[in-house]
């Protein structure tokens, strides 16, 4: 579709950004806080700093949200540590914990922008893995309730909007990089127990979130990362469809409709894997039903056929940035590979820069559940460091997250339904494996790995906060609602500009 205007957003639409705990707020041991998986797993990321420290929001999340609101945002969507608010397996609610995140939501509130939260971004509490093996057995799913109910009645007199479990298909599909494998020795079967496991979680939060929560609204945050066929052959078309459904329609379809799929299904009977699926449970799945989707979407995938007798390959990321650890695509023989896509750029870590595949991904989602969506996460993470006069000129994120935002505008008038954009990410934290060496913020954080790694603690460290080129620019978009591009606004690549672009 062509539009011969520029795209309009909803008065009341979410411009914010978005956060992860264990990224971002450091202090991992004060305020009563135990370990959690993940904070052990980042400690094995060398060179990369581990998450001790993170950028300090802990104890400086006052001058940060000052920061959003001076940029104009309207949202803020963070996590909430599990092991902030239950430390240990007697279950006792730690009050220093939930009087952290009241303060942060307090502050939010008081400066009119709206608290958006995770139940649960990848950071399990090491209690409930070594006392009850994490998301290997059912125990987990009345902790997690127990958790969730914690959460929502403690913050749900002011949290509305909220996120059940992040990127559960990416835990499972990058089970071995985001540690979801830990203890499992059969992760091509184990994986989809621990799926299964995982969906009796979040049902469970959702119908907890309607039943405690007056006005509490609840989805779930897959990954998407939409798959485009890699030529007109009919077989690349076919590999397009399983690469989709074994990255992130099989979720999505559960989510909605509560039960599985025939085609995940008949995977299980092929490969002679067992779920685990007990009486009762597809009930729980179905009675819980969700009121949105929380969109992650960063870049696209291109795949192609592969033939049975190819080689297998797992997916290899670039983990560094650089020439040293450069990515592999995964090869699933009989099924699909994927390839670099000739039409589009790469970053240094060889995602995909691609502000089109938004529109794409939010139409798809529209098409096939018709529920709304809120966008959180999307952004590019890149190597910084400030320039001779102090500041992070980065326009280059600017003109990746503009061409987002318009390709957002564009799913709109498309008749999408979508609620709020809250870009990835506010100031610069660690990224999931790279430490604060890839950076996605608006606001630079004057730390560096080496820096984090060499400190005792966060007092040792000025951790300034330097507004990029990109914080001025989405507060201009913010303002004007959505119609100030920037003057030097480019055509997007999805070429649909027009005159009245250049406000
Ligand atoms: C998403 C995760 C985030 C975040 C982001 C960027 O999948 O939900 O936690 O890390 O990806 O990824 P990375 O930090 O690896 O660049």
Same mark, same amino acid.
């Given at each position: 579709?062509?539009?011969?205007?520029?795209?309009?957003?909803?008065?009341?639409?979410?411009? !914010?950004?978005?956060?992860?705990?264990?990224?971002?707020?450091?202090?991992?041991?004060?305020? $009563?806080?135990?370990?959690?998986?993940?904070?052990?797993?980042?400690?094995?990321?060398?060179?990369?700093?581990?998450?001790?420290?993170?950028?300090?929001?802990?104890?400086?999340?006052?001058?940060?949200?000052?920061?959003?609101?001076?940029?104009?945002?309207?949202?803020?969507?963070?996590?909430?540590?599990?092991?902030?608010?239950?430390?240990?397996?007697?279950?006792?609610?730690?009050?220093?914990?939930?009087?952290?995140?009241?303060?942060?939501?307090?502050?939010?509130?008081?400066? =009119?922008?709206?608290?958006?939260?995770?139940?649960?971004?990848?950071?399990?509490?090491?209690?409930?893995? *070594?006392?009850?093996?994490?998301?290997?057995?059912?125990?987990?799913?009345?902790?997690?309730?127990?958790?969730?109910?914690?959460?929502?009645?403690?913050?749900?007199?002011?949290?509305?909007?909220?996120?059940?479990?992040?990127?559960?298909?990416?835990?499972?599909?990058?089970?071995?990089?985001?540690?979801?494998? @830990?203890?499992?020795?059969?992760?091509?079967?184990?994986?989809?127990?621990?799926?299964?496991?995982?969906?009796?979680?979040?049902?469970?939060?959702?119908?907890?979130?309607?039943?405690?929560?007056?006005?509490?609204?609840? =989805?779930?945050?897959? !990954?998407?990362?939409?798959?485009?066929?890699?030529?007109?052959?009919?077989?690349?078309?076919?590999?397009?469809?399983?690469?989709?459904?074994?990255?992130? @329609?099989?979720?999505?379809?559960?989510?909605?409709?509560?039960?599985?799929?025939?085609?995940?299904?008949?995977?299980?009977?092929?490969?002679?894997?067992?779920?685990?699926?007990?009486?009762?449970?597809?009930?729980?799945?179905?009675?819980?039903?969700?009121?949105?989707?929380?969109?992650?979407?960063?870049?696209?995938?291109?795949?192609?056929?592969?033939?049975?007798?190819?080689?297998?390959? *797992?997916?290899?990321?670039?983990?560094?940035?650089?020439?040293?650890? @450069?990515?592999?695509?995964?090869?699933?023989?009989?099924?699909?590979?994927?390839?670099?896509?000739?039409?589009?750029?790469?970053?240094?870590?060889?995602?995909?820069?691609?502000?089109?595949?938004?529109?794409?991904?939010?139409?798809?989602?529209?098409?096939?559940?018709?529920?709304?969506?809120?966008?959180? *996460?999307? =952004?590019?993470?890149?190597?910084?460091?400030? !320039?001779?006069?102090?500041?992070?000129?980065?326009?280059?994120?600017?003109?990746?997250?503009?061409?987002?935002?318009?390709?957002? $505008?564009?799913?709109?008038?498309?008749?999408?339904?979508?609620?709020?954009?809250?870009?990835?990410?506010?100031?610069?934290?660690?990224?999931?494996?790279?430490?604060?060496?890839?950076?996605?913020?608006?606001?630079?954080?004057?730390?560096?790995?080496?820096?984090?790694?060499?400190? @005792?603690?966060?007092?040792?460290?000025?951790?300034?906060?330097?507004?990029?080129?990109?914080?001025?620019?989405?507060?201009?978009?913010?303002?004007?609602?959505?119609?100030?591009?920037?003057?030097?606004?480019?055509?997007?690549?999805? !070429?649909?500009?027009? *005159?009245?672009?250049?406000?």
């Amino acid at each position: 579709m062509h539009y011969d205007h520029n795209p309009r957003f909803p008065d009341n639409f979410l411009w !914010g950004a978005s956060s992860a705990a264990w990224q971002v707020e450091g202090g991992v041991l004060d305020g $009563g806080r135990t370990l959690s998986t993940i904070d052990l797993n980042s400690r094995t990321k060398a060179p990369f700093a581990d998450n001790s420290i993170a950028v300090d929001h802990y104890h400086r999340f006052r001058e940060d949200v000052r920061l959003m609101a001076e940029c104009g945002m309207k949202s803020y969507r963070f996590s909430i540590s599990w092991s902030r608010i239950i430390p240990a397996s007697d279950g006792v609610v730690n009050e220093e914990g939930v009087a952290f995140y009241n303060d942060l939501i307090d502050e939010l509130v008081a400066n =009119g922008i709206t608290p958006i939260v995770t139940l649960y971004h990848y950071d399990m509490p090491v209690w409930v893995d *070594e006392e009850l093996g994490g998301w290997r057995t059912r125990a987990i799913v009345d902790k997690f309730a127990e958790y969730s109910r914690v959460c929502l009645e403690r913050f749900g007199d002011r949290v509305k909007y909220w996120l059940s479990i992040n990127e559960q298909n990416m835990q499972i599909v990058y089970g071995h990089w985001l540690g979801t494998s @830990k203890g499992c020795d059969d992760w091509f079967r184990d994986q989809w127990r621990i799926n299964h496991i995982m969906n009796l979680c979040h049902a469970t939060a959702v119908n907890l979130c309607h039943e405690l929560v007056d006005g509490g609204k609840i =989805g779930p945050v897959p !990954g998407l990362v939409p798959i485009y066929p890699f030529s007109s052959d009919p077989m690349d078309q076919i590999a397009a469809m399983n690469a989709e459904e074994f990255t992130e @329609k099989i979720w999505n379809d559960t989510y909605v409709y509560g039960e599985y799929s025939d085609f995940v299904k008949s995977y299980w009977e092929r490969n002679d894997i067992d779920p685990g699926i007990e009486p009762g449970d597809e009930d729980l799945m179905k009675s819980a039903k969700i009121d949105f989707f929380a969109v992650n979407c960063y870049r696209s995938n291109t795949a192609k056929w592969a033939p049975v007798d190819a080689t297998p390959q *797992e997916y290899e990321l670039n983990s560094h940035g650089d020439e040293s650890t @450069k990515l592999k695509f995964p090869v699933v023989p009989g099924a699909y590979q994927l390839v670099y896509n000739p039409f589009v750029e790469y970053t240094a870590w060889d995602w995909e820069i691609d502000p089109v595949s938004m529109r794409y991904c939010l139409r798809y989602m529209w098409d096939h559940y018709r529920l709304p969506m809120v966008i959180t *996460e999307n =952004g590019m993470g890149v190597h910084e460091s400030l !320039g001779a006069d102090g500041k992070i000129h980065d326009d280059y994120r600017i003109e990746f997250l503009r061409n987002t935002a318009y390709q957002i $505008g564009l799913a709109i008038e498309d008749g999408c339904e979508v609620f709020g954009y809250n870009l990835w990410s506010f100031t610069d934290f660690l990224s999931t494996g790279n430490g604060i060496a890839k950076r996605y913020g608006l606001v630079y954080v004057d730390v560096t790995d080496e820096q984090l790694r060499a400190a @005792k603690d966060a007092s040792e460290l000025a951790l300034t906060r330097i507004p990029k080129d990109s914080y001025y620019w989405y507060s201009n978009l913010i303002r004007s609602k959505g119609q100030d591009w920037g003057n030097d606004f480019a055509r997007p690549s999805a !070429g649909e500009l027009v *005159e009245t672009a250049h406000v």
